[in-house]
């Protein structure tokens, strides 16, 4: 039993002498990707450009609530008219037929309204997905041949957050090899005059539920 117990600390310390020794061939840096993500000159123009689309899918959309709105008043008027007793039976009749058909065209509208709201959804989220995809993958390649080229084995995500959502993943760095502001630095070496003004047309603030495109949502 001491024999064992020998040899089970002898290859315990052989272990441990391994990894000493494995830890300090390696060369670590880290860097907060998100923030040097947000400070690319690419992703702030990018955010300006998805606002200014929002903005504009908004405008359209805004010409077809018109119409909505327009219509729903229409029956509304149309509905006091057929419930109105000082009128006669036959044009009460006639005006409750005005109201269904007005009925039905209100719900073609509301369709519509609708059907523009998803496949704009979907477009501008689509497109934003790419965008930010796109530049993930650039911003890793500038990372990735930064630390090849001075000789790091790898390069922690300080900003990463573990499965819990509560604290990061690198629960500590002295910073000494943190690479965020000279990727920041070499990221926006070439950015444009302006090009890191986060100014875009802000859509007009809408009050209860709304989607995307900051609209309210239509009533069921």
């Known amino acids: 039993m001491k024999k064992l117990m020998q040899i089970g600390l002898l290859c315990a310390g052989l272990a441990g002498f391994g990894l000493v020794g494995r830890s300090a061939e390696q060369k670590i840096a880290t860097i907060d990707f998100a923030k040097a993500?947000?400070?690319?000159?690419?992703?702030?123009?990018?955010?300006?450009?998805?606002?200014?689309?929002?903005?504009?899918?908004?405008?359209?959309?805004?010409?077809?609530?018109?119409?909505?709105?327009?219509?729903?008043?229409?029956?509304?008027?149309?509905?006091?008219?057929?419930?109105?007793?000082?009128?006669?039976?036959?044009?009460?009749?006639?005006?409750?037929?005005?109201?269904?058909?007005?009925?039905?065209?209100?719900e073609v509208d509301k369709q519509s309204v609708s059907e523009f709201e998803r496949r704009a959804e979907a477009h501008l989220?689509?497109?934003?997905?790419?965008?930010?995809?796109?530049?993930?993958?650039?911003?890793?390649?500038?990372?990735?041949?930064?630390?090849?080229?001075?000789?790091?084995?790898?390069?922690?995500?300080?900003?990463?957050?573990?499965?819990?959502?509560?604290?990061t993943v690198l629960?500590?760095?002295?910073?000494?090899?943190?690479?965020?502001?000279?990727?920041?630095?070499?990221l926006n070496a070439a950015a444009p005059p302006g090009s890191l003004d986060t100014n875009a047309p802000a859509a007009p603030a809408a009050t209860g539920p709304t989607n995307l495109l900051g609209t309210p949502i239509l009533p069921k």
Do not use: C, P, W
């Open 37 to 106: 993500f947000n400070s690319y000159y690419k992703t702030i123009q990018a955010g300006v450009t998805i606002r200014q689309e929002i903005t504009d899918a908004k405008k359209e959309e805004e010409q077809m609530l018109e119409s909505y709105k327009r219509h729903d008043g229409e029956l509304r008027e149309l509905i006091d008219k057929a419930n109105d007793q000082a009128a006669s039976a036959e044009q009460r009749d006639k005006n409750r037929k005005a109201a269904d058909d007005k009925r039905a065209e209100l």
């Open 125 to 167: 989220r689509a497109k934003e997905d790419q965008r930010m995809a796109d530049l993930v993958k650039e911003i890793q390649g500038i990372v990735g041949a930064r630390a090849k080229a001075a000789g790091y084995t790898m390069v922690l995500d300080s900003s990463g957050l573990s499965r819990n959502n509560l604290v």
């Open 171 to 186: 629960l500590y760095t002295n910073g000494q090899d943190d690479l965020t502001e000279s990727i920041i630095k070499e």
